[in-house]
């Protein structure tokens, strides 16, 4: 068995891992820390693991970490990361970081998140759709953002084949892309019967996908704006795509079945949250408007597993030469 440990494991993308991971036929949790719950079992801080789980959350402590893992995923947020994972790596460990430290090369970090890189070192962004095989060797991964991952699966193929200048993302996020630690944005009131458009031109966000999508065709011009939709989980995608050749449906189609090919994750079917809910597809639709140069392209992912969790199981599923489907190959969870 491949021997796991989790660092944040009482945030929800923590929780997410563990609930994914107890039953990986090819991974154990060996380790699971937390500053504010060392010593407390797991199902303390997650009920719905009770009975599934025998582990107590431990103090961060790299090299007693090192002795009882070969990787190490970090769901720490953004900044704290970067201060773990060197120790980590220094003892010979694997990590899948869940934060936005090492997605980005470290001057762009510094100037989207304005905060010192205490770790420049090449990583790889791990979207397994694009980066399967540098992720295969990789020492550092850095898991995508909830965000990114909906966009540029939705755009990649088009983007790829040179058919598009222009695509505006409009994005529809549930709370829990927000974490556990409760704020006026995420209190109830504020959430439920609402919609909330945020950095609405500025999301940090759109620099990942700016990376992604300009590595694939540099002319693409990328717009991106998110909202907070009164759900817990699910982040709708909407892209409008400004074509430079008429296409058909067909082509269209080809573009995506090609682009895809062998990539059992990616369904082209009717995008909603509920059919994701729970699981690690990404379903993608699209429609060309008749007689202009727009395509709309929509994807439906879970915030909590496609767009984290799953995605880092399915890295590490690739790491360690598994099928990727290992452990999280499930349905989603409809009414
Ligand atoms: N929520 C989502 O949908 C997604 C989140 N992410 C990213 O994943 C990471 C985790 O997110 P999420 O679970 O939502 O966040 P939470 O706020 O819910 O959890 C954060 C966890 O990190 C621990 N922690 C906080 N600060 C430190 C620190 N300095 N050193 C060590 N541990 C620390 C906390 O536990 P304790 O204080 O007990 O140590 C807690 O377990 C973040 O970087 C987030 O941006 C990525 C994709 C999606
Ligand atoms: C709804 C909501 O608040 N979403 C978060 C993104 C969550 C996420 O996964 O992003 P990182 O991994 O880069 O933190 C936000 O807009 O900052």
Partial sequence: MLRVGIIGGTGYVGGELLRLLCVHPKAEVTVVTSRSHAGKPVDAMHPNLKGLLDL????????????????????????????????????????????????????????????????????????????????????????????????ILTAAPLVAAGVVDRIVFDSKSGISGSGQEPSETTHYPNVAENVRPYNITTHRHKSEIDQELRALNNKVKIHFTP??????????????????????????????????????????????????????????????????????????????????????????????????????WMSGLPP
């Fill in 56 to 151: 107590k959350f431990e103090d961060v402590d790299p090299s007693a970490i090192a002795h009882k893992c070969d990787l190490v995923f970090t769901a720490v947020p953004h900044g704290a990361a970067m201060n773990v994972v060197p120790g980590l790596v220094d003892a010979g460990l694997k990590v899948i970081d869940m934060s936005a430290d090492y997605r980005l090369p470290a001057d762009v970090f510094e100037s989207v998140y304005n905060k010192k890189h205490a770790d420049p070192r090449p990583t790889v962004y791990g979207l397994p759709e694009l980066h399967a095989e540098e992720v295969k060797n990789a020492t550092v991964v850095g898991n995508p953002g909830c965000y990114p991952t909906g966009a």
């Fill in 227 to 328: 909202h907070v939709i009164p759900s817990v989980r699910g982040i709708l995608t909407t892209a409008h795509a400004f074509i430079n050749k008429p296409l058909t449906d067909d082509q269209v189609r080809a573009i995506y079945n090609e682009f895809y090919a062998g990539k059992p994750f990616i369904r082209m079917s009717k995008p909603t949250l509920a059919n994701v809910r729970g699981s690690n597809f990404c379903d993608i639709a699209f429609e060309i408007e008749k007689g202009t140069d727009r395509i709309v392209i929509v994807s439906a992912i879970d915030n909590m597993v496609k767009g984290s969790a799953g995605e880092a199981i399915q890295n590490m599923n690739i790491m360690y030469g598994f099928d990727e489907r290992t452990g999280i």
